[in-house]
């Protein structure tokens, strides 16, 4: 049987690291899970793999897209199985990794049988976004389905749009929908969950803000203003650079947003990746010891 070792976590934990580590050992390739790397053009913003780190193991879907594109949930499952049948055909082992919980749940547990959106739906919810921004949608998922209104990244309106469009169209709660059964996979899943303090992980998300800032992130995000209404770019680390440069705000409010932005993206992930089934969860300290002493007893 071939093996998934799939590696969960909040944003900047060592997930990265976890992965090319566990890569090397075993010699295997990366596929990732997070949506936001998928874009070439937001390297900084997303805290990409540096050029050093992907030269030290094979990675998949980094960079891959560009923010012109369009992409979904539904087309990265059916392109990351294939990849997977491709590394499955001369290894015995896979490693995803990313903080991407749908996209990681689409691969390891499969999409659901949902319905194609309905357009008149999707017009009337549009024109409540574009005439009364995105909190009445906020609001109304929150009343519709509170669970999913939880852990769903508020401020992504494509996200609340496709549930609240989902709701309206099935009489039943997005979480409903999404607790289907679906198709067994043909390779057995480990899902290894690195888990640290609060404060650690706070830390580590404020210094990796300031690393992005040294890094140039000021510059990605001006190159980028242009395409700002992209949807890829409706996130963490550009819009509130964005609001800096419309002179809504000073730099330094724009960088202790991101921070605080990042950190209640962190909360969700955590509360996300609790409600997962069967992970072996692992210091941050000391990931990849506890994670091959893992494999060994399973082995």
Not at 188 to 199: D, H, K, L, S, Y
Not at 274 to 286: A, D, G, I
């Amino acid at each position: 049987m071939k093996r998934l070792i799939s590696i969960v976590g909040t944003t900047g934990i060592g997930k990265t690291r976890l992965a090319i580590d566990l890569a090397k050992h075993l010699d295997t390739e990366i596929i990732s899970c997070d949506s936001r790397q998928f874009y070439k053009e937001m390297k900084i913003g997303t805290a990409t793999p540096t050029d050093e780190e992907l030269a030290e193991a094979k990675h998949h879907f980094v960079g891959n897209i560009s923010i012109n594109d369009y992409y979904s949930i539904g087309l990265y499952e059916e392109q990351a199985l294939k990849k997977l049948d491709e590394i499955f055909s001369k290894k015995d082992v896979a490693i995803m990794v990313g903080g991407s919980g749908m996209y990681e749940k689409a691969v390891v547990e499969g999409m659901n049988d949902l319905p194609e959106a309905d357009e008149e739906n999707q017009k009337k919810l549009i024109d409540i976004f574009e005439n009364q921004g995105i909190e009445p949608l906020q609001e109304l998922l929150k009343e519709l389905d509170p669970e999913y209104f939880s852990i769903v990244d508020k401020d992504n309106s494509r996200r609340l749009l496709r549930a609240i469009d989902i709701i309206w169209q099935t009489g039943k709660t997005y979480t409903e929908n999404l607790s289907t059964p679906k198709a067994k996979r043909n390779f057995e899943i480990i899902r290894f969950g690195i888990e640290a303090p609060r404060e650690i992980i706070y830390e580590r998300i404020n210094l990796r803000v300031d690393k992005m800032m040294e890094n140039g992130l000021l510059d990605e995000a001006k190159s980028l203003i242009d395409s700002r209404e992209k949807v890829a770019l409706q996130t963490v680390g550009y819009s509130e650079l964005f609001r800096y440069f419309d002179g809504e705000w000073d730099l330094d409010f724009a960088v202790s947003e991101i921070k605080k932005n990042s950190r209640r993206y962190a909360k969700r992930q955590t509360t996300w990746n609790r409600k997962l089934e069967n992970v072996n969860w692992v210091n941050y300290n000391n990931s990849l010891e506890e994670a091959l002493s893992l494999l060994n007893k399973l082995d």
